[in-house]
T-cell receptor
Framework: DAGVIQSPRHEVTEMGQEVTLRCKPI?????LFWYRQTMMRGLELLIY????????DSGMPEDRFSAKMPNASFSTLKIQPSEPRDSAVYFC????????????FGPGTRLLVL | QQQVKQSPQSLIVQKGGISIINCAYE??????FPWYQQFPGKGPALLIA?????SEKKEGRFTISFNKSAKQFSLHIMDSQPGDSATYFC???????????FGKGTSLLVTP
């Protein structure tokens, strides 16, 4: 298996623009997680899905952030409008059956909002 | 609010030495404690994990020591190698929850 796939790997955009990050989880995994990593706050869970259904989005910082999982093999995290403080590395991870199983992380998307 | 406190923030160890990273938690509902290793430009990857019914778990050169009464756990890397240079994150998961709570990470540098 190719592992968790994320695109783009790098994104540079201007404040106010819409940003869409994409994730393809490992086939057969039931759980999908979106994390954000910054120097100040470390790794933060933004939202997770179980069988394509959002379960907990309490980590989503603001209404500017939204996430969808239209099918078992694809998820998006959208920021609209983007702000400089959104600059971070965004990781997608997936796990099989339960979160206590290993969470497999993708390579991340490094986002810079100017 | 950081539910898992990790120290030190950075660590330099000579090749062959022992690297020790400590974590502490308050929430007694946590019952799964993984450690993740992250190399620059990569996502974190599970290194080793422990549940509170054991006090120690060893996998090769990596050992987790767990002290339930003190609510502390630590990662020991024996015979540290330059290839171990990475950022290490401890984490904790509650028994009825789904969100891993990560420590802020320790940047380990093993010098030749």
């Amino acid at each position: 298996d190719a592992g968790v796939i994320q695109s783009p790997r790098h994104e540079v955009t201007e404040m106010g623009q819409e940003v869409t990050l994409r994730c393809k989880p490992i086939s057969g995994h039931d759980y999908l997680f979106w994390y954000r990593q910054t120097m100040m706050r470390g790794l933060e869970l933004l939202i997770y899905f179980n069988n394509n259904v959002p379960i907990d989005d309490s980590g989503m910082p603001e209404d500017r952030f939204s996430a969808k999982m239209p099918n078992a093999s694809f998820s998006t995290l959208k920021i609209q409008p983007s702000e400089p403080r959104d600059s971070a590395v965004y990781f997608c991870a997936s796990s099989l059956v339960t979160p206590q199983e290993t969470q497999y992380f993708g390579p991340g998307t490094r986002l810079l909002v100017l | 609010q950081q539910q898992v406190k990790q120290s030190p923030q950075s660590l330099i160890v000579q090749k062959g030495g022992i690297s020790i990273i400590n974590c502490a938690y308050e929430n007694t509902a946590f019952d799964y404690f993984p450690w993740y290793q992250q190399f620059p430009g990569k996502g974190p990857a599970l290194l080793i994990a422990i549940r509170p019914d054991v006090s120690e778990k060893k996998e090769g050169r990596f050992t987790i020591s767990f002290n339930k009464s003190a609510k502390q756990f630590s990662l020991h890397i024996m015979d540290s190698q330059p290839g171990d240079s990475a950022t290490y994150f401890c984490a904790a998961l509650p028994n009825s929850g789904y969100a891993l709570n990560f420590g802020k990470g320790t940047s380990l540098l093993v010098t030749p």
